[in-house]
């Protein structure tokens, strides 16, 4: 199964910037609908941000903006743009797509394995 990828996670100082990627792990056929979701600690997983295979988004409150999605479907890619970082903001990112592996196959849900954000005060 097509396994996701995310990148970027790391430590910044509160007002600071992030970068996270999500990529799949090999070439797909089609990718629709990604999200971005983080778990805080001692937290319920919350949905972050969405966008659609056409390019709409939505994003939760928390994160307007402040946050950024978008996505480069040549690469099959989607990146997470986060500005103004607050500690608040500290958690494990996941990305979730909607993935169609080849053209006959179905299509799946597929999660990354988390990538730490850490925001410091």
Known sequence: QVQLVE???????????LRLACAASKSIFR???IDWYRQGPGKQ??????ITSGGGTNYADAVKGRF??????????????MNSLKPEDTA????KARIKERILSPW???WG?????????
């Not at 494990?92 to 990305?95: A, E, H, Q």
């Open 108 to 110: 799946l849900d597929s």
């Open 68 to 81: 950024a999605i978008f996505r480069d479907n040549a690469k099959n890619t989607v990146y997470l743009q």
């Open 31 to 33: 990718i629709d609908d």
């Open 113 to 121: 394995q988390g990538t730490q954000v850490t925001v410091s005060s």
């Open 7 to 17: 990148s970027g996670g790391g430590l910044v100082q509160a007002g600071g910037s």
């Open 92 to 95: 494990v990112y996941y990305c």
């Open 45 to 50: 997983r919350e949905l972050v941000a969405a």
